[in-house]
């Protein structure tokens, strides 16, 4: 059970990801609506929103704001204050994230754009962290690399979806 808590709190992306898509589920179920194609496209981004960017930026937000010695050590680094500036810019991102969720499709816009740019050039640091220091921590190369590729892209797949409809 210790390894199970560790690994949802070490991959926050993937928890957060996984625990959008099931409060979108369970906002379908119980939904009194005719569930039609913009209806779950919502749920699902509206939800994405909400947990992918608003909760795990907060929650990425305080690890590296409050918890930056352990932080350092699961991403393969040496602590440092420029932990201070990721955690901030977290919570901006986080921000996005909760006004995006229940906002205009422009608002969405600039909460996927802003996260993407974040967390893709995030994975190019990882890239970069893999071949040149040989780091493959579970902080830089474990799930937290991939989803750092793969939220941006669920992102930018639901503004598709919701195009033309906000």
Do not use: K
């Not at 909760?98 to 996927?112: E, H, K, N, Q, T």
């Not at 990882?126 to 892209?153: K, S």
């Amino acid at each position: 059970m210790q390894d199970l808590i560790r690994f949802v709190l070490v991959n926050f992306t993937l928890t957060f990801l996984v625990l959008g898509l099931i409060v979108a589920v369970v906002a379908l179920w119980r939904s009194r609506e005719p569930l039609t194609s913009s209806i779950i496209v919502e749920a699902l981004f509206s939800y994405f929103l909400l947990f992918s960017i608003g909760v795990s930026f907060l929650y990425n937000f305080v690890l590296h704001a409050f918890f930056g010695e352990m932080t350092a050590r699961v991403i393969g680094w040496a602590d440092s204050p420029f932990q201070l500036e990721v955690a901030f810019a977290s919570l901006g991102f986080a921000s996005l994230g909760f006004l995006a969720w229940r906002g205009s499709y422009d608002l969405r816009l600039a909460a996927v754009i802003g996260s993407a740019c974040f967390l893709l050039g995030a994975a190019g640091g990882h890239v970069y962290q893999m071949v040149t220091a040989h780091n493959f921590a579970p902080g830089n190369a474990g799930v937290i690399f991939y989803t750092d590729i793969l939220i941006p892209i669920i992102g930018f797949v639901f503004l598709w979806l919701q195009r033309g409809r906000g």
